[in-house]
């Protein structure tokens, strides 16, 4: 079956990093995105990896392996509005994005 | 970058009634439009996937009679959920996908629906 694995909550501190993991299992490999959901929104976009390595774009950067299965969201320099759902999603052999349920980002002062 | 709309972003309506959301690509042709629905702090379901000028395919136990999905061009697809009940009450949203190449999808802001 398909299916994603990352952490349901995580609590961090303004400026400070934060690594997100998840891992997952699909039919098939398109590559692996990272959304930011905030409450009542729809999700935006963050990065997309498709060969392993890491994307660095600002203050966010994804790692992917995909030999484990298994990709990263590092965000750096938290700000505030960083607090949101993170959520790693997978596209499988159709295309299509496989969901979990994401990490929700807790920032604190 | 692509921006998808969709109307409206909020919609109140009586049980057995009959709700219509657009989703439109404002600013490039999308082959393939996607539907989600997703309740309070769970993830994206997918609904359906719907392709211009061909019927909609859908996803196993979403009911197909009660969410109509109609993709008419290459930049509108609309769902219309008939005789609306409570538990549809959710956050729909659309999404757009560019072929040739182009992996990503491009959310609408979403539609919160509450059926009373």
């Known amino acids: 079956g398909q299916n994603i694995d990352q952490p349901t909550e995580m609590t961090a501190t303004e400026g400070a990093i934060v690594q997100i993991n998840c891992t997952y299992q699909t039919s098939g490999f398109n590559g692996l995105f990272w959304y930011q959901q905030h409450a009542g929104e729809a999700p935006t976009f963050l990065s997309y990896?498709?060969l392993d390595g890491l994307e660095e774009k600002g203050r966010f950067s994804s790692f992917l392996s995909r030999s484990k299965g298994y990709s990263y969201l590092l965000l750096k320099e938290l700000q505030m509005k960083d607090s949101a759902s993170y959520l790693c999603a997978p596209l499988d052999s159709n295309y299509q994005l496989i969901w979990g349920a994401g990490t929700k980002l807790i920032i604190k002062p | 970058g692509a921006v998808v709309s969709q109307h409206p972003s909020r919609v109140i309506c009586k049980s057995g009634t009959s709700v219509k959301i657009e989703c439109r690509s404002l600013d490039f042709q999308a082959t393939t439009m996607f539907w989600y629905r997703q309740f309070p702090k769970k993830s994206l379901m997918l609904m359906a996937t719907?392709?211009?000028?061909?019927?909609?395919?859908?996803e196993q136990g979403v009911e197909k009679d009660k969410f109509l999905i109609n993709h008419a061009s290459l930049t509108l697809s609309t769902l219309t959920v008939t005789s609306a009940h409570p538990e549809d009450s959710s956050f729909y949203i659309c999404?757009?996908?560019?072929?040739?190449?182009?992996?990503?999808?491009?959310f609408g802001p979403g539609t919160r629906l509450t059926v009373l």
């Open positions: 990896n498709v």
């Open positions: 999404s757009a996908w560019i072929a040739e190449g182009y992996n990503e999808q491009f």
């Open positions: 719907s392709n211009e000028g061909s019927k909609a395919t859908y």
